[in-house]
């Protein structure tokens, strides 16, 4: 599986942005996807994962969405209100074998994307 995470940027902080992963090689329908994300000089942190419901890190509950498209296989984050401290490189994973007992660690996931840069300006 090959994972291509997209559509970050530049943003102001209050603004929003939708960022995609879009998968390849086999379809993941089946399997649970996830968002990372890796501030400057921080270690990489849960965001959001689904695999029939989502579940959402206490940081962006509320103003990210984590939605997929099977019929696409591909996975969104859609974050509004967005601030600065939201700036990081944000990761997109896929678990073949997804479980609640993991899924907030990366150690849960087994193929992942590049990366994509996100920075919200104050």
């Known amino acids: 599986v090959q994972l291509q995470a997209s559509g970050g940027g530049l943003v102001q902080a209050g603004g929003s942005l939708r960022l995609s992963c879009a998968a390849s090689?086999?379809?993941?329908?089946?399997?649970?996807m996830g968002w990372f994300r890796q501030a400057p000089g921080k270690e990489r942190e849960f965001v959001a994962t689904?695999?029939?419901?989502?579940y959402y890190a206490d940081s962006v509950k509320g103003r990210f969405t984590i939605s997929r498209d099977n019929a696409k296989n591909t996975v969104y984050l859609e974050m509004n209100s967005l601030k600065p401290e939201d700036t990081a490189v944000y990761y997109c994973?896929?678990?073949?074998?997804?479980?609640?007992?993991?899924?907030?660690?990366?150690?849960?996931?087994?193929?992942w994307g590049q990366g994509t840069l996100v920075t919200v300006s104050s």
């Open positions: 689904i695999r029939w419901n989502p």
């Open positions: 994973a896929a678990a073949r074998v997804w479980a609640i007992a993991t899924m907030t660690s990366e150690s849960g996931y087994d193929y």
């Open positions: 090689g086999r379809t993941v329908s089946s399997y649970g």
